[in-house]
């Protein structure tokens, strides 16, 4: 019998790996076996073919079967029906050339005896991701925003897709291709106090709390709603009251939902039906799943074993018995996708290059719909996240599910396909969380210390091949964030297949700790100051953030002395470039004269704010994804700081039109 470790290395799963200090770690065999049982794949010993092919070339393709010779075979390829089919014999297969696609090619093979069959996912790729069409500028800017924080006179105290609309039309003015956005996943809107854009309930759909309630013609208004005094007091917040807006907002969609039933017109009616057709078999799985949740009040592992997994012949019954009450959950996100859609029907119009620029989360909360929805293809009995490092030297664990290689592979790759349309389908362009993922990722079993995990090895030019293929359908651009330590060459694997990298000012410095000069940045890069995981440009200048963590009893990370050393070391850099203070206008400045095609700026930087976004290693100690801008979005344009900065990239030949 092969041992563990045998078996682990033909599925993919690295039975020993180096972490952060460059030490050697074997993996524990118990948390080998439990990563195996997961996988639930068979062993790729036995196949004629591997689990997928990918075809790069327009020639015909030959395959050489496995184990089997001199007897004769038929294939099929499957794509919504039979598209193509032949014959041979074996071990060689012949395929025809064909058209971008992910199919299923199913191979049979005649044995003396009897049968025997095989499916294979086969992905076509001729090109690479979308670059940006012809008339977009070699070099773009953008703003990035905390949608939620937006403050407006006529928003619910929390920032919503009217607002949006707003900002897409002051990027325009300002000459920047598009607004950046931290995911708009949904959340678990009755627990939303767990306001992490990146520990999404579902990535498929919209988080609920983006919707203008106001702009829905069955809500009738404020006072009528009984909610004028409630809305008055979240408009007057500092900090977004998650729980305040989700129950406002909660019972005014409501209020909405049920007038669209009673009285919504035609075109209305004819609309959301449109919509729920399109949304098929997931939107009506997500509605049930989010009744089942509310009626249960449990992880849906401790639901009655009928609706533990998500079947459709069981969920359509109580589609007919409680279709009011899930019709509620699907008028929602038709408003939300109405909202956002119009959102990006703007951006077209006012001719921006680039439109909305989307977060895509690294993975998906255990107990929300996609774990439940797609339990073959995501691992929900574990963790991603990271092993020990100088930073965390216990090891990192997310809290997040991801995805299943071998599901993934067995299915054509379709819940990951389904991620991406889900945001490309109103953005200009995307990031995707922790890129590395698509190559490995480090799982954490359910009980187990975070740093007793281990790596598992993904089909990575796959991956990026299904990744190439939305990119170019949806005519949307790709950047990874690929920060810190990566494998050899994997930078440049993305860079063959049209995948952006992602560059920060903070961290491109060299070990002697010199900010490296606008040259060293590539071209085919998202470039920006910091991120929203660590200090804002202010925050970091006047030593905040270290006082923070101080005052928290965390590690800084960073002495006093470093920080002094820092930004002796971004005024050197600046001063040779030609910038002689050493403020974010000269940052914002020196960051528009790289190469790179898109620079982000934020706006927590532009009006210089000093407390960060997320405070990593924190919840409840620090009001992370709360806090609300100081300045109004009806005064926004008359901040000297934002006409500054869009006067800056103008000068650096990065507004559009030019």
Not at 113 to 135: F, K, M, N, P, W
Not at 415 to 438: E, Q, T
Not at 610 to 617: E, Y
Request: aromatic share 8%.
């Amino acid at each position: 019998m092969d041992s563990i470790f045998e078996r682990a290395a033909r599925c993919g799963v690295e039975t020993e790996y180096r972490d952060g200090f460059g030490n050697l770690r074997a993996v524990d065999p118990k948390v080998l076996a439990r990563i195996l049982d997961a996988l639930a794949t068979g062993d790729a010993a036995d196949r004629m073919l591997p689990r997928t092919i990918l075809v790069r070339g327009s020639a015909d393709q030959s395959l050489r079967l496995a184990g089997i010779e001199g007897q004769p075979l038929r294939w099929q390829i499957i794509a919504d029906g039979k598209i193509a089919e032949g014959g041979g014999t074996s071990p060689l297969l012949t395929l025809p050339a064909m058209q971008n696609g992910v199919f299923l090619l199913r191979v049979t093979i005649s044995c003396p005896g009897g049968h025997r069959s095989e499916d294979v996912c086969l992905i076509i790729c001729h090109g690479r991701a979308y670059q940006g069409g012809q008339t977009a500028p070699a070099r773009m800017w953008a703003l990035a925003v905390q949608l939620y924080g937006v403050r407006s006179l006529r928003n619910w105290g929390h920032g919503d897709f009217t607002d949006l609309a707003a900002l897409v039309d002051l990027a325009a003015d300002l000459g920047a291709a598009g607004i950046g956005l931290n995911p708009l996943h949904a959340l678990f809107d009755d627990r939303a106090a767990d306001a992490s854009p990146y520990a999404p309930n579902s990535r498929l759909f919209l988080n609920p709390l983006y919707i203008d309630v106001e702009a829905v013609p069955e809500f009738p208004g404020l006072k009528a709603a009984g909610l004028q005094e409630e809305i008055d007091r979240l408009r007057g917040q500092n900090s977004v009251d998650y729980e305040g807006v989700a129950n406002a907002k909660t019972g005014a969609l409501k209020l909405a939902y049920e007038a669209f039933l009673r009285q919504g017109t035609k075109e209305r009616q004819h609309a959301f039906a449109r919509f729920r057709d399109g949304g098929g078999s997931p939107l009506a799985r997500f509605a049930c799943f989010e009744w089942l949740r509310r009626k249960f009040g449990h992880p849906w592992w401790e639901w009655p074993p009928a609706w533990r997994r998500a079947e459709d012949e069981s969920l359509a019954r109580i589609g007919q018995t409680e279709a009011e009450a899930i019709g509620l959950f699907e008028f929602v996100q038709w408003l939300a996708h109405d909202q956002l859609d119009r959102c990006r029907a703007k951006a077209q119009e006012r001719k921006l290059p680039l439109g909305l620029y989307l977060d895509i989360a690294v993975g998906v909360r255990t107990d929300g719909f996609d774990a439940w929805c797609d339990q073959d293809a995501v691992l929900s009995g574990m963790a991603v996240g990271a092993p020990p490092d100088a930073l965390n030297t216990a090891g990192q664990n997310w809290g997040l599910a991801g995805f299943n290689p071998a599901g993934l592979e067995e299915r054509q790759f379709e819940a990951f396909r389904r991620m991406l349309r889900a945001s490309m389908r109103y953005a200009g362009a995307i990031r995707l969380d922790h890129v590395l993922g698509l190559k490995r990722l480090y799982l954490i079993p359910h009980g187990v210390q975070a740093s007793q995990g281990a790596y598992v090895r993904f089909p990575f030019e796959a991956m990026l091949a299904v990744t190439a293929l939305s990119s170019m359908e949806y005519k949307c651009i790709v950047a990874g964030e690929d920060l810190g330590t990566v494998p050899e060459n994997f930078r440049e694997t993305l860079a063959e297949w049209g995948i952006w990298t992602y560059q920060v000012m903070l961290f491109e410095r060299s070990a002697s700790g010199a900010f490296l000069p606008v040259e060293s940045y590539r071209e085919n890069a998202l470039v920006s100051f910091g991120t929203h995981d660590v200090a804002t440009f202010a925050g970091w200048r006047d030593h905040h953030d270290l006082a923070i963590k101080q005052a928290l009893g965390m590690d800084a990370g960073e002495t006093g002395e470093q920080r002094h050393s820092a930004l002796e070391a971004l005024r050197r850099a600046l001063q040779q470039h030609g910038l002689e203070s050493a403020d974010f206008t000269s940052v914002a400045r020196y960051l528009a004269d790289t190469r790179s095609r898109l620079l982000v700026i934020s706006m927590e930087d532009i009006l210089g704010l000093a407390d960060q976004v997320n405070l990593p290693g924190t919840t409840h100690e620090h009001p992370n994804w709360r806090r609300r801008l100081p300045v109004a979005l009806e005064d926004l344009k008359n901040q000297p700081a934002l006409s500054a900065t869009a006067d800056i990239m103008r000068s650096a030949g990065r507004s559009y039109p030019a």
